[in-house]
């Protein structure tokens, strides 16, 4: 029998602690990307899909051009824990958590969706005996074409829709996007090292209009001395390790 201790740990930028396992389902790199790919707007109604954790909505709980935060966690052991992240934090009034599967979700559009989804398909890979780390690394709960699907239900027209994902996938992305009017606006690829291939990317891709895709700057996870870039320091709080992070 396998007992994993729940750690409570320092977010200092925000000034919020976060409940995790101390091994097994913590947060990983990826989220922590994609809250800084973000392009807020004022009075943004914003919906998570798969918050796990919750790390997205404690990082983007001190912004003000947010109104709330709505997070969806399907896995109720998880969705405890960051239920018991937010009361210790006196968020109740920024973050609202949905403890449900995605699918079965009905709420007003909204401005803008953010998701670190599962990359992998079934047939790819080992799939965990423990429910929730299957779902957080394979498509078991939702696939790609459901979280697009849903995204576009649960997007106000012209709303913005990001998401960080495998680059193996991406034409694959593209294609389910455009299908359902989900149009790319910003694309920016994720590599671990230069002159390395890129692992991920993240997507901003625009409800119902259409427009020029703009490729950014790539980002780099180390330097070529195995370092950390200054980009990654810049977005991690010192008191968190930063290797290590398991999806």
Known sequence: MIIEVET??????????????????????DSILLVNFLKLKKNTNLLDIGTGTGIMPLL?????????????????????????????????????????????YKEEPFDMIISNPPYMKLNEGYVSPHDYRAGARHEVNLDLKELLINGK?????????????????????????????????????????????????????????????????????????????EELKKYYDGSLIMHGLEK
């Open 60 to 104: 983007l709980c001190r912004k003000e051009e947010i109104n709330l935060i709505t997070a969806v966690e399907i896995e109720t052991e998880i969705a405890k824990m960051f239920e018991k992240t937010i009361e210790i934090n006196s968020l109740k009034s920024k973050i609202k958590l949905i403890n449900t599967d995605i699918k079965n």
């Open 153 to 229: 239900r649960l997007l106000k027209n012209g709303g913005s829709f990001n998401l960080v994902y495998r680059t193996n996938r991406f034409m694959e992305v593209l294609d389910e996007a455009r299908m359902l009017n989900l149009n790319a606006k910003r694309v920016r690829f994720i590599y671990s090292k230069p002159n390395q291939s890129s692992d991920l990317f993240m997507i901003e891709m625009i409800k119902g209009f259409k427009c020029a895709c703009v490729v950014e700057e790539p980002l780099y996870i180390y330097n070529e001395h195995g370092e950390y870039t």
């Open 8 to 29: 409570l740990e320092d977010l200092p930028s925000v000034n919020c602690k976060i409940i995790q396992k101390k091994k097994g389902f913590r947060f990983t790199v």
